[in-house]
């Protein structure tokens, strides 16, 4: 079996969490709660993050970011996407630059007020 150390990032405590896993045994231990848990059997099954990046206007960079957590696999080729952006408009806060990125499910938000 494989066995990796995983810290929860759900919460303050910031579990250590050990997860050793086969092709059909998964075994987790160190967690301290039910949110812990699902969050390492997605790290072994389906691991995702936020993607925070900046679009290049000319001007000063516009940071945004994703409002959910993207496929590892997926986050060079979203930043691909995210990179060929060009603003022809003024950005709020909030404001959803690319929507379902790449089918992933989630958009990219500007992070701060932009002017063109």
């Not at 919460?11 to 160190?30: L, N, R, T």
């Not at 959910?68 to 986050?75: A, E, H, M, N």
């Not at 060009?86 to 690319?98: E, F, M, S, T």
Request: one cysteine or more; charged letters at 30%; glycine letters at 8%.
């Amino acid at each position: 079996m494989d066995e990796i150390k995983i810290t929860c990032i759900n919460c303050p405590v910031g579990c250590e969490i050990s997860a050793a896993y086969g092709e059909k045994d998964v075994k987790i231990s160190g967690y301290g709660c039910k949110i812990g848990l699902s969050y390492a059997k997605d790290e072994i099954d389906d691991p995702k993050r936020v993607i925070t990046t900046i679009i290049y206007t000319g001007k000063i960079p516009l940071s945004v970011k994703s409002d959910r957590g993207v496929r590892k696999d997926l986050i060079f080729p979203c930043l691909e996407q995210i990179y060929r952006v060009k603003l022809c408009a003024d950005v709020k806060a909030g404001d959803v630059i690319i929507e379902n990125i790449l089918g992933s499910g989630a958009n990219i938000v500007a992070t701060k007020d932009y002017s063109i």
